[in-house]
């Protein structure tokens, strides 16, 4: 079935990068997805790949996606105290399929 | 830029009343869903919406749930008879649908439900 996983906790210092891991089930899924979440706040698209792409570059966020292995990464270069947040990797199939989430990596950025 | 609103934020109710949600989608998209996420817990898809009617529906959305687009700008979840594992925070989000960009999924900030 669809399952995405990650890992629950990260604490990174201000300054370093940060890497969110996460892997995933569903081998036809096409859209990979990050999400982030500020404590009591809704879910933002932060960014998300193809599954025919590698790897995609925003800003400070770079998704680094493994196919044939199911991973998918999250880097965010010169992570912040206002990065402190949940991140969620999210997987759908195709462009109006509904999206399936992992259960979130909380980052802790320590001033 | 455009987003998804909802309203309201936070709603609290009685175990066995009825609540409506509701969403107003980005203009121009055409796919609708509803998901939430209990305390702690994963978000969770409940239910997606096209052309005037449901397209996909988890077990999660039993007989208790429906949705509705009354006007062709809402969209609406309701909840018949609210049970105490219904608290959670209900997200909306909708797609434009297509390839590329134009499918992916924007939520909007949820509605808190807390059901007494």
């Known amino acids: 079935g669809e399952d995405v996983e990650q890992s629950l906790f990260l604490s990174v210092r201000e300054g370093d990068s940060s890497v969110i891991n996460c892997t995933y089930t569903?081998?036809?899924?096409?859209?990979l997805y990050w999400y982030k979440q500020e404590p009591g706040a809704g879910l933002q698209l932060l960014t998300y790949i193809f599954s025919n792409m590698d790897m995609k570059q925003d800003q400070r966020l770079t998704v680094l996606l493994n196919k044939k292995d199911k991973h998918l990464s999250l880097r965010i270069a010169d992570t912040q105290t206002g990065d402190s947040a949940i991140y969620f990797c999210?997987?759908?199939?195709?462009?109006?399929?509904?999206?399936?989430f992992g259960p979130g990596t909380s980052l802790s950025v320590i001033p | 830029e455009p987003e998804v609103t909802q309203t309201p934020s936070h709603q609290v109710t009685q175990m066995g009343q009825e609540v409506i949600l509701r969403c107003v989608p980005i203009?121009?998209?055409?796919?609708f869903y509803w998901y939430r996420q209990i305390l702690g817990q994963k978000v969770e898809f409940l239910v997606s919406?096209?052309?005037?009617?449901?397209?996909?529906k988890s077990e999660i959305f039993d007989d208790q749930f429906s949705v509705e687009r009354p006007d062709g700008s809402n969209f609406t979840l309701k909840i018949r008879s609210t049970k105490l594992e219904d608290s959670a925070m209900y997200f909306c989000?909708?797609?434009?649908?297509?390839?590329?960009?134009?499918?992916?999924?924007?939520f909007g900030p949820g509605t808190r439900l807390t059901v007494l």
């Open positions: 999210a997987e759908g199939k195709t462009s109006y399929d509904k999206v399936i």
């Open positions: 919406f096209y052309n005037n009617e449901i397209s996909e």
């Open positions: 569903d081998s036809s899924s096409t859209y």
């Open positions: 203009s121009n998209h055409l796919y």
């Open positions: 989000a909708s797609s434009e649908g297509g390839l590329g960009a134009r499918g992916t999924q924007y």
